[in-house]
């Protein structure tokens, strides 16, 4: 089942979150044009200065995933920190339900 992580109307911050067996802590911050994040999982440096698009999960590569993030926008807007928790949410989605939006 989807999760919302809180995220709070500020240009820059951190969240951790454990699901499952993993610890994710994350950084969101804005940039020119939107905004980006850096992930730390179980540790772990995944991804760092990655941009955040509209719809498009966080991770980028399947096979690094143990289930995923987006951020859910509507009428493709750009990701803005004054929307957050608003009209703009930060979903997780775990691996089965990766698997039905893929169709896979």
């Excluded at 690094?64 to 990701?79: T, V």
């Excluded at 929307?83 to 089965?96: C, P, V």
């Amino acid at each position: 089942m989807s999760e919302i992580l809180e995220l709070r109307r500020i240009k820059s911050q951190r969240v951790s979150i454990r699901l499952g067996a993993n610890l994710y802590d994350f950084r969101v911050y804005s940039v020119p044009g939107g905004m980006a994040f850096d992930m730390i999982r179980d540790e772990v440096l995944m991804l760092s200065g990655f941009r955040i698009v509209p719809g498009t999960p966080l991770i980028p590569y399947q096979h690094l995933e143990s289930g995923n993030f987006m951020l859910i926008i509507p009428n493709d807007e750009l990701p803005d920190y004054n929307q957050f928790g608003l009209t703009q949410n930060l979903i997780y989605l775990s691996d089965a339900e990766l698997v039905a939006i893929r169709g896979v």
